[in-house]
C-alpha cells in the first residue's frame, strides 16, 4: 500500500509535513534555515534581560546604600556588555570573511565572462572569415563556370558521378572479401 493514496498523506501534505527531493522534511529544512536567526534573537533577548537585571540589582543596590551588591550589578553589567561586544565582533569577523569570499567568487565570476566574450569575440572573427572565403569559392566558381558557358558545372557533375561509382566499387569488393 502506498502512503500517496491514502487520505493521510494528502492531510500530511497539507500541514507541509511531506519530503522534499533531497529526502529531508520539510520540517527539517526550514528549521535548519531559520535557526541562526532563532538563536541570534534568542542570544539578543538573554542579554537584553540580563542588561535589566544587572541594572535591578544596581538600582536596588544604590537604594538600599550597599556598595558591594552595586558593584556586582556593574559588573554583570559589564560583563554582559562585554559578551554582546565579543558575540558582534565575531559576528563582523563572519562577515568579512563572507563579503571576501563573495568578492572572490564575483572576480572570478567577471573574469570568466571576459575570458568568454574574448572568445566570442575571436569565433564571430573566424566565422566571418570562412563565411568571406565561402563567399570567394562560390563566385570564382561562378564566374568559371559562366566563363566556360556551364562546362566547369557539367565537368564537375561527371567528375562526382565517376567518384561515386569508384566508392560503390570499393564497397562492393570490401563485401565480397568480408
Not at 501534505?13 to 538563536?39: C, I, K, Y
Request: glycine share 8%; hydrophobic share 50%.
Amino acid at each position: 500500500m502506498q502512503l500517496e493514496r491514502t487520505s493521510l498523506a494528502s492531510q500530511s501534505e497539507r500541514r507541509g509535513a511531506g519530503v522534499n527531493r533531497l529526502g529531508r522534511s520539510h520540517a527539517s529544512t526550514s528549521a535548519t534555515r531559520h535557526a541562526p536567526a532563532s538563536r541570534a534573537l534568542a542570544a539578543l533577548l538573554a542579554a537584553e534581560l540580563l542588561v535589566v537585571l544587572a541594572l535591578g540589582v544596581t538600582g536596588y543596590a544604590v537604594a538600599a546604600n550597599d556598595d558591594i551588591l552595586a558593584a556586582i550589578g556593574l559588573a554583570g553589567i559589564a560583563l554582559t556588555a562585554m559578551a554582546i561586544g565579543l558575540g558582534a565582533r565575531a559576528s563582523m569577523r563572519r562577515l568579512a570573511l563572507r563579503c571576501e569570499a563573495l568578492g572572490r567568487a564575483r572576480a572570478e565570476a567577471e573574469f570568466a565572462r571576459y575570458e568568454m566574450e574574448v572568445e566570442n569575440a575571436e569565433l564571430e572573427r573566424r566565422n566571418a572569415d570562412l563565411e568571406t572565403e565561402r563567399a570567394a569559392i562560390v563566385d570564382g566558381f561562378d564566374w568559371i563556370d559562366e566563363q566556360s558557358a556551364g562546362r566547369l558545372r557539367k565537368l564537375l557533375e561527371a567528375a562526382g558521378l565517376e567518384v561515386a561509382d569508384l566508392v560503390d566499387m570499393a564497397l562492393d569488393d570490401a563485401d565480397e572479401d568480408g
